[in-house]
């Protein structure tokens, strides 16, 4: 994959630690880990009754290089891009010298 083909700036994230409430709760922050160029490609998108409400979710295939940072990213992260964040559903190693990492990832789903 030429580098021209790779024009979205992903940021990814991971779970912080927990911030206490006072009340043996609380939230935990997203926290940046590191930015790359990578590639958003939409595959589709549906609808889900959640609580009695419509809930409208769309999948895309995310695409970076491989590297020391990209290798550690898990599920549990997300990825942003332009201000809007995709939970990682699965990352797969798709390329033919395996240079690129291909995740699918869901935008509208709790993060």
Do not use: C, H
């Amino acid at each position: 994959m030429r580098a021209g083909a790779l024009r979205e700036r992903v940021t990814f994230q991971a779970k912080g630690a927990r911030v206490a409430d006072g009340g043996g709760g609380g939230p935990q922050p997203w926290e940046d880990q590191f930015t790359v160029w990578g590639r958003l490609n939409p595959t589709g998108a549906r609808e889900d009754r959640e609580a009695g409400r419509l809930a409208a979710s769309a999948d895309f295939v995310l695409t970076v290089r491989k590297s020391a940072d990209t290798d550690s990213i898990t599920e549990g992260w997300r990825a942003v891009v332009d201000g809007v964040p995709y939970q990682i559903r699965s990352k797969v190693d798709t390329s033919e010298r395996g240079r690129l990492w291909e995740m699918i990832v869901q935008r509208g789903v709790a993060t």
